[in-house]
């Protein structure tokens, strides 16, 4: 508990009580306050005020929203389809986001919307830069570290009340709030354009809360637990604080728990800058176990731990789980339902954090009691997936050190080294303990270090309470009743600053070099880590400055009567949570910790001298800084070490007069910022565009009319009402280097990173010196040490210059991997975590920079460095220049008959030259890959619908030079192999490849469709691992390439080729046989006609004759056939005459001539 009573201050040795002192401590108040006074009259106190808007209730007032909608809308695309006449293409799908950032700004904490009005009037524009964190898993997800910067577009605000003004009376500014695959942490910047008031930079987290949902009547609700409102002294008041667990810089949602004999807990998705008090949702009965100890029952949440998407907690002995409901991360069935249970058969004492992921993973700790002492439960959640393994693997830990019982106090695991360091507890005597640091790795085993307690350095008998590791600078504190730090696990430092007769609860670290000690009395201890000296920081006298300078101001972050919650660092700044205690209210704040002030106050308060000057004294105090200036000079362009991806997008041009945004553009400005996401994701095909950027293809057809557009525009005439300029979407490769060091710093390979210290000393500080034989040289008392972490790994080199006439020197330190400890791993991948500490020596905790906002430690610098394939770097298939090559080279190049731009054919007979280049997607490179790599086919198909995966055996057929199963699919001249004779080795020098299909090989023999040649779709599989020395980069490159021209085998070649000439050999024969037996086979079809007519015409005849008689016939032979006809015709009818007239005629004349008649002699009558 820590009550900030004016009367409970002093703790620790009695402070002198001189009146003399007490009025200098009240003068040095005032001084101090006049000082800040006088800075606020020259810079008023204005601070960006952002909330959170839905989509649908943009331009409402005193709305804020809470975020947990994580999928893309459909709410934009119809208002894209009225951009007719614009760059954009309306056949494009444009999405846009849940959320829009509402901003607006206050000062002196009054929001005033005349203050607003002004500032939009003069100019003044918010800046918002958002920064996505890179997600745990990175097999899942890309490894990158992407922003966007976006400008807020004025809107006026809907307002119920009678609006008197002409053109507005609320307004605010507004910006999509993106979301991204893989990132659930956005860290949000805002700054202005530099016009109009002036405003103090805001920085912030966005996060996303996947323990929300909306119930069946619409409202927000928590999924873990019932929301309480009522935040009630008895909570807090009284209560010690207790530690604040999470994965660093991955945790989107913090909880707190603590609150004795209820099953309470505090959690916030934003960093406690507001909070909810939940009543968690499990069961409170006790469940117990023969082999657990019992105690008293309690419902109160002893331990809990925030990772990226899930939630842990203890109460009692039972250790519960929840996993959010994180679409971006893994799918959405993966969210619980309720609190699981784990661990059911085990009695938990204790559950340790683990701050930091590692191989895609998170990881929790859990400390046994009962049948499984001396045992662990390690954790891992993936996706979202939990699963416990009991370590060390068949014997305890109490049996590999050989004692009977022994007790796991804290468990740190380092995760880089897969290491588990244990402290252990085992009874030496009936009254006496040893303790024991034990380090267990799965391919080591066990090793132990007793800490005896009987140093000779202190009588007291050493208690340790835990362990705190820092995997950037490789420090490990032991920390109980005492301090011990070590950098190699082994030799261990005593840091005799801090007092033995204090116990510490919990310490904090911001793994950038800073860390904080709480104790059982709630004293705050601060340390600078690599040096040896602590700072008590409360109670101390300039904690009472500071108070008193605080309550004069009348700060509403301050009371007299307060406890605090928590302590934790937000990057490298530390914050507490702490409750207030007012008269008639009380709250929970959080609020800034000032290290600086505090140290600076005490410094002044223990370090000044009085001075007579005649009738009055002087008071003065002593300066120990070693230099006056600090600067940092020559910084290199930070995104090639930071590895920063950003891109800019600005909000469409309002074809209104009054300048004033409406839904229609903002959604047209979400789609624009979406869009633009989406080819960032999409930006990584292994074909190369001609262009290196991701916005190349967005505007590719529509530059060349870039002109028309600003002529539509400058005419009112634009579609929508709204101009979209295509250079205000872009991707930027040029920041430029601020006037300090990088968050954080990538090396490749080899790779140097070099900076300047300028430092003006502080009086005169050099003297000369001068030694026989050599030079007159002058030599400084100002001087600067580089502390590495891992210096077998990286070294530092410092070039020192003296500028006399200026009273200052200059350090130039350059930073260079020393290429020894990283084999090769894919980019962003496995990078080893170290770093570099620059430190001016005498500095620490001595040297302050004073500026109007803030105070700033000086003299102690720590870059993280990570080692390794740095994010951002790509390995592309340069189809540009391989098509180009393979002309000259070839003297002529076929496409395929079906031409597809996105993947150009390979004739099969053609050496094939294949190029590579890589592309860094940072700094906006793209140069041609010069080292070594192996190319193998991994797959294929005839059709892209039958391509298939290999297995490792056909692999090796398919493409050994070894191989002697006549089943290679191609060869090359180039003679480097691998040491195993395997495979190829070959770079961009390379004779080209050929392609051979042999008999076993999957594209011999293939059919062809229709009649074109065969073509084939390889798998091409091209990487670097393990014979390119030139990177640390892995680099991974899968394409498909289509061959075309494929020869058919000799068999079907032989059978189409037999029949296709039977056919044509056929058809010949039967061309020619026809040809000579056409005349005969007309003149016999003719004579077969005339046979068949005669035939026709004879069965006629002779019926006819014996129908009609003798007489008949005796006319007949006298007049014409076609009478004898027509006759036969009329008695049918005359309705056929005309139909069959034609028929009849021509069948007359086909008629043979008539028979000649024998006339019987004539004979009288008998």
Same mark, same amino acid.
């Given at each position: 508990?820590?009550?900030?009573?004016?009367?409970?201050?002093?703790?620790?040795?009695?402070?002198?009580?001189?009146?003399?002192?007490?009025?200098?401590?009240?003068?040095?108040?005032?001084?101090?306050?006049?000082?800040?006074?006088?800075?606020?009259?020259?810079?008023?106190?204005?601070?960006?005020?952002?909330?959170?808007?839905?989509?649908?209730?943009?331009?409402?007032?005193?709305?804020?929203?809470?975020?947990?909608?994580?999928?893309?809308?459909?709410?934009?695309?119809?208002?894209?389809?009225?951009?007719?006449?614009?760059?954009?293409?309306?056949?494009?799908?444009?999405?846009?986001?849940?959320?829009?950032?509402?901003?607006?700004?206050?000062?002196?904490?009054?929001?005033?919307?005349?203050?607003?009005?002004?500032?939009?009037?003069?100019?003044?524009?918010?800046?918002?830069?958002?920064?996505?964190?890179?997600?745990?898993?990175?097999?899942?997800?890309?490894?990158?570290?992407?922003?966007?910067?976006?400008?807020?577009?004025?809107?006026?605000?809907?307002?119920?009340?009678?609006?008197?003004?002409?053109?507005?009376?609320?307004?605010?500014?507004?910006?999509?709030?993106?979301?991204?695959?893989?990132?659930?942490?956005?860290?949000?910047?805002?700054?202005?354009?530099?016009?109009?008031?002036?405003?103090?930079?805001?920085?912030?987290?966005?996060?996303?809360?996947?323990?929300?949902? &909306?119930?069946?009547? +619409?409202?927000?609700?928590?999924?873990?637990? %019932?929301?309480?409102?009522? $935040?009630? !002294?008895? @909570? *807090?008041?009284?209560?010690?604080?207790?530690?604040?667990?999470?994965?660093?810089?991955?945790?989107?949602?913090?909880?707190?728990?603590?609150?004795?004999?209820?099953?309470?807990?505090?959690?916030?998705?934003?960093?406690?800058?507001?909070?909810?008090?939940?009543?968690?949702?499990?069961?409170?009965?006790?469940?117990?176990?023969?082999?657990?100890?019992?105690?008293?029952?309690?419902?109160?949440?002893?331990?809990?731990?925030?990772?990226?998407?899930?939630?842990?907690?203890?109460?009692?002995?039972?250790?519960?789980?929840?996993?959010?409901?994180?679409?971006?991360?893994?799918?959405?069935? &993966?969210?619980?339902? +309720?609190?699981?249970?784990?661990?059911?058969? %085990?009695?938990?004492?204790? $559950?340790? !954090?683990? @701050? *930091?992921?590692?191989?895609?993973?998170?990881?929790?700790?859990?400390?046994?009691?009962?049948?499984?002492?001396?045992?662990?439960?390690?954790?891992?959640?993936?996706?979202?997936?939990?699963?416990?393994?009991?370590?060390?693997?068949?014997?305890?830990?109490?049996?590999?050190?050989?004692?009977?019982?022994?007790?796991?106090?804290?468990?740190?695991?380092?995760?880089?080294?897969?290491?588990?360091?244990?402290?252990?507890?085992?009874?030496?005597?009936?009254?006496?303990?040893?303790?024991?640091?034990?380090?267990?790795?799965?391919?080591?085993?066990?090793?132990?270090?007793?800490?005896?307690?009987?140093?000779?350095?202190?009588?007291?008998?050493?208690?340790?309470?835990?362990?705190?590791?820092?995997?950037?600078?490789?420090?490990?504190?032991?920390?109980?009743?005492?301090?011990?730090?070590?950098?190699?696990?082994?030799?261990?430092?005593?840091?005799?600053?801090?007092?033995?007769?204090?116990?510490?609860?919990?310490?904090?670290?911001?793994?950038?070099?800073?860390?904080?000690?709480?104790?059982?009395?709630?004293?705050?201890?601060?340390?600078?880590?690599?040096?040896?000296?602590?700072?008590?920081?409360?109670?101390?006298?300039?904690?009472?400055?500071?108070?008193?300078?605080?309550?004069?101001?009348?700060?509403?972050?301050?009371?007299?009567?307060?406890?605090?919650?928590?302590?934790?660092?937000?990057?490298?700044?530390?914050?507490?949570?702490?409750?207030?205690?007012?008269?008639?209210?009380?709250?929970?704040?959080?609020?800034?910790?000032?290290?600086?002030?505090?140290?600076?106050?005490?410094?002044?308060?223990?370090?000044?001298?009085?001075?007579?000057?005649?009738?009055?004294?002087?008071?003065?105090?002593?300066?120990?800084?070693?230099?006056?200036?600090?600067?940092?000079?020559?910084?290199?362009?930070?995104?090639?070490?930071?590895?920063?991806?950003?891109?800019?997008?600005?909000?469409?041009?309002?074809?209104?007069?009054?300048?004033?945004?409406?839904?229609?553009?903002?959604?047209?400005?979400?789609?624009?910022?979406?869009?633009?996401?989406?080819?960032?994701?999409?930006?990584?095909?292994?074909?190369?565009?001609?262009?290196?950027?991701?916005?190349?293809?967005?505007?590719?057809?529509?530059?060349?009319?870039?002109?028309?557009?600003?002529?539509?525009?400058?005419?009112?005439?634009?579609?929508?009402?709204?101009?979209?300029?295509?250079?205000?979407?872009?991707?930027?490769?040029?920041?430029?280097?601020?006037?300090?060091?990088?968050?954080?710093?990538?090396?490749?390979?080899?790779?140097?990173?070099?900076?300047?210290?300028?430092?003006?000393?502080?009086?005169?500080?050099?003297?000369?010196?001068?030694?026989?034989?050599?030079?007159?040289?002058?030599?400084?008392?100002?001087?600067?040490?580089?502390?590495?972490?891992?210096?077998?790994?990286?070294?530092?080199?410092?070039?020192?210059?003296?500028?006399?006439?200026?009273?200052?020197?200059?350090?130039?330190?350059?930073?260079?991997?020393?290429?020894?400890?990283?084999?090769?791993?894919?980019?962003?991948?496995?990078?080893?975590?170290?770093?570099?500490?620059?430190?001016?020596?005498?500095?620490?905790?001595?040297?302050?920079?004073?500026?109007?906002?803030?105070?700033?430690?000086?003299?102690?610098?720590?870059?993280?460095?990570?080692?390794?394939?740095?994010?951002?770097?790509?390995?592309?298939?340069?189809?540009?220049?391989?098509?180009?090559?393979?002309?000259?080279?070839?003297?002529?190049?076929?496409?395929?008959?079906?031409?597809?731009?996105?993947?150009?054919?390979?004739?099969?007979?053609?050496?094939?030259?294949?190029?590579?280049?890589?592309?860094?997607?940072?700094?906006?490179?793209?140069?041609?890959?010069?080292?070594?790599?192996?190319?193998?086919?991994?797959?294929?198909?005839?059709?892209?619908?039958?391509?298939?995966?290999?297995?490792?055996?056909?692999?090796?057929?398919?493409?050994?030079?070894?191989?002697?199963?006549?089943?290679?699919?191609?060869?090359?001249?180039?003679?480097?192999?691998?040491?195993?004779?395997?495979?190829?080795?070959?770079?961009?020098?390379?004779?080209?490849?050929?392609?051979?299909?042999?008999?076993?090989?999957?594209?011999?023999?293939?059919?062809?469709?229709?009649?074109?040649?065969?073509?084939?779709?390889?798998?091409?599989?091209?990487?670097?691992?393990?014979?390119?020395?030139?990177?640390?980069?892995?680099?991974?490159?899968?394409?498909?390439?289509?061959?075309?021209?494929?020869?058919?085998?000799?068999?079907?070649?032989?059978?189409?080729?037999?029949?296709?000439?039977?056919?044509?050999?056929?058809?010949?024969?039967?061309?020619?046989?026809?040809?000579?037996?056409?005349?005969?086979?007309?003149?016999?079809?003719?004579?077969?006609?005339?046979?068949?007519?005669?035939?026709?015409?004879?069965?006629?005849?002779?019926?006819?004759?014996?129908?009609?008689?003798?007489?008949?016939?005796?006319?007949?032979?006298?007049?014409?056939?076609?009478?004898?006809?027509?006759?036969?015709?009329?008695?049918?009818?005359?309705?056929?005459?005309?139909?069959?007239?034609?028929?009849?005629?021509?069948?007359?004349?086909?008629?043979?001539?008539?028979?000649?008649?024998?006339?019987?002699?004539?004979?009288?009558?008998?």
């Amino acid at each position: 508990m820590l009550l900030c009573d004016s009367a409970m201050f002093p703790a620790g040795p009695a402070w002198p009580k001189v009146r003399v002192l007490q009025v200098l401590w009240a003068l040095l108040a005032v001084l101090l306050a006049s000082r800040m006074l006088w800075a606020l009259k020259d810079f008023q106190e204005c601070t960006w005020h952002v909330v959170l808007n839905e989509f649908h209730r943009v331009g409402e007032d005193g709305v804020e929203d809470r975020f947990f909608e994580q999928e893309p809308m459909d709410t934009v695309g119809k208002v894209f389809q009225t951009l007719v006449d614009s760059p954009i293409d309306p056949k494009e799908k444009y999405l846009g986001f849940p959320y829009y950032l509402k901003i607006s700004y206050f000062c002196n904490e009054k929001l005033s919307q005349d203050l607003v009005r002004m500032g939009h009037l003069t100019g003044l524009k918010p800046l918002v830069l958002v920064t996505f964190q890179s997600p745990v898993n990175f097999y899942r997800w890309k490894i990158e570290q992407l922003q966007i910067q976006m400008e807020a577009a004025p809107f006026r605000s809907e307002v119920s009340e009678e609006c008197v003004a002409e053109e507005v009376c609320s307004m605010s500014w507004y910006t999509p709030m993106p979301i991204k695959n893989g990132s659930v942490i956005m860290q949000v910047d805002i700054s202005s354009n530099r016009l109009g008031t002036f405003i103090q930079d805001k920085c912030f987290q966005m996060n996303i809360n996947g323990f929300l949902k &909306r119930d069946e009547e +619409s409202r927000i609700v928590y999924t873990v637990g %019932e929301e309480l409102y009522d $935040l009630l !002294p008895e @909570h *807090f008041v009284g209560i010690s604080s207790r530690p604040l667990w999470y994965t660093v810089n991955q945790a989107p949602v913090l909880i707190l728990g603590g609150i004795p004999n209820e099953k309470y807990v505090l959690i916030t998705d934003t960093s406690f800058k507001d909070h909810s008090f939940l009543e968690l949702s499990i069961d409170s009965c006790w469940v117990g176990s023969v082999y657990c100890p019992h105690s008293d029952f309690t419902a109160t949440i002893y331990d809990a731990i925030a990772t990226e998407s899930t939630l842990f907690i203890r109460q009692n002995q039972l250790v519960y789980y929840f996993t959010g409901t994180y679409t971006t991360l893994h799918e959405s069935s &993966r969210g619980s339902g +309720s609190w699981v249970r784990v661990l059911a058969s %085990e009695c938990i004492k204790k $559950l340790c !954090p683990v @701050h *930091f992921p590692a191989n895609g993973s998170e990881y929790v700790m859990a400390l046994t009691l009962g049948k499984n002492e001396g045992f662990l439960h390690l954790g891992t959640i993936t996706d979202g997936q939990v699963s416990f393994e009991m370590l060390p693997k068949q014997w305890s830990v109490c049996q590999q050190i050989e004692v009977y019982t022994c007790n796991i106090i804290w468990s740190e695991y380092i995760v880089d080294e897969y290491t588990l360091l244990l402290l252990v507890e085992s009874a030496y005597s009936s009254s006496s303990k040893l303790y024991h640091l034990v380090t267990y790795n799965r391919a080591r085993g066990l090793e132990f270090l007793m800490i005896l307690g009987t140093e000779t350095y202190t009588k007291t008998p050493m208690v340790p309470k835990g362990i705190s590791s820092n995997p950037y600078n490789n420090l490990i504190f032991i920390w109980g009743n005492f301090l011990l730090q070590s950098s190699n696990k082994e030799d261990f430092i005593y840091l005799a600053d801090f007092p033995k007769e204090q116990t510490i609860k919990y310490v904090a670290r911001s793994f950038l070099g800073n860390m904080v000690i709480v104790t059982e009395t709630e004293e705050i201890w601060y340390l600078v880590e690599g040096t040896y000296q602590v700072y008590q920081l409360f109670p101390s006298r300039g904690w009472d400055v500071h108070i008193s300078l605080q309550l004069m101001q009348q700060s509403s972050l301050y009371a007299s009567n307060e406890t605090m919650v928590t302590l934790f660092y937000e990057g490298n700044k530390l914050y507490q949570l702490v409750y207030l205690m007012y008269k008639y209210e009380s709250r929970l704040v959080k609020r800034p910790v000032p290290v600086e002030k505090l140290l600076m106050y005490q410094q002044y308060t223990n370090h000044y001298d009085l001075e007579r000057k005649g009738n009055y004294s002087m008071l003065s105090f002593t300066n120990f800084c070693p230099f006056s200036v600090m600067r940092l000079r020559n910084l290199p362009r930070p995104q090639r070490y930071t590895r920063q991806e950003r891109y800019r997008a600005r909000p469409p041009s309002i074809l209104e007069r009054s300048g004033f945004h409406t839904k229609n553009s903002l959604a047209i400005y979400q789609g624009l910022v979406y869009y633009l996401l989406w080819l960032h994701s999409r930006y990584d095909k292994p074909y190369a565009d001609p262009v290196h950027d991701p916005t190349w293809r967005w505007w590719q057809n529509n530059k060349q009319d870039k002109d028309y557009f600003f002529f539509l525009a400058s005419n009112w005439r634009s579609a929508g009402g709204v101009y979209i300029d295509m250079d205000s979407y872009e991707k930027i490769y040029n920041l430029e280097p601020e006037f300090e060091l990088p968050e954080r710093i990538f090396l490749d390979k080899g790779t140097e990173y070099s900076f300047t210290i300028f430092l003006s000393a502080q009086g005169h500080s050099f003297r000369a010196e001068t030694e026989l034989g050599s030079a007159f040289q002058l030599q400084t008392q100002v001087d600067v040490g580089v502390v590495l972490a891992n210096p077998g790994c990286i070294e530092a080199l410092v070039k020192q210059e003296v500028l006399s006439n200026r009273n200052s020197v200059l350090f130039l330190i350059t930073l260079k991997d020393k290429k020894l400890c990283y084999d090769q791993g894919i980019s962003g991948h496995h990078l080893m975590k170290t770093s570099m500490m620059v430190n001016v020596v005498g500095s620490s905790g001595l040297c302050f920079q004073e500026t109007h906002l803030e105070s700033h430690m000086q003299g102690n610098l720590m870059v993280p460095v990570l080692i390794g394939c740095p994010p951002g770097k790509r390995l592309a298939f340069d189809i540009t220049y391989t098509l180009e090559y393979s002309r000259q080279q070839n003297k002529h190049y076929f496409d395929c008959v079906h031409v597809d731009p996105e993947m150009p054919c390979f004739l099969f007979r053609d050496v094939f030259y294949p190029f590579f280049l890589i592309q860094d997607l940072v700094t906006g490179e793209s140069g041609s890959f010069q080292g070594s790599y192996m190319l193998l086919v991994v797959g294929g198909g005839p059709t892209l619908e039958s391509i298939r995966d290999y297995s490792n055996d056909e692999i090796y057929r398919f493409n050994s030079p070894q191989d002697k199963t006549n089943s290679l699919i191609w060869t090359t001249k180039t003679v480097r192999t691998t040491n195993d004779s395997a495979f190829h080795i070959m770079s961009h020098q390379s004779p080209g490849i050929e392609w051979l299909c042999l008999e076993n090989s999957p594209c011999y023999d293939n059919i062809p469709r229709g009649i074109f040649s065969p073509e084939f779709f390889f798998k091409v599989l091209v990487s670097n691992r393990g014979v390119d020395t030139s990177t640390y980069c892995n680099y991974q490159l899968t394409f498909l390439l289509h061959i075309h021209g494929l020869p058919l085998s000799p068999k079907r070649a032989l059978f189409i080729f037999m029949v296709s000439t039977s056919v044509i050999v056929g058809l010949v024969i039967f061309y020619i046989i026809f040809c000579l037996l056409l005349p005969f086979m007309v003149q016999g079809c003719t004579m077969l006609r005339w046979k068949i007519n005669d035939l026709i015409a004879s069965d006629s005849y002779y019926s006819y004759t014996s129908i009609s008689g003798i007489s008949s016939m005796s006319s007949l032979r006298h007049s014409r056939p076609g009478s004898i006809v027509s006759s036969r015709i009329e008695e049918d009818g005359a309705e056929r005459r005309e139909a069959t007239e034609g028929q009849l005629m021509t069948l007359a004349s086909h008629l043979p001539p008539p028979p000649a008649t024998i006339t019987p002699p004539l004979q009288g009558p008998s």
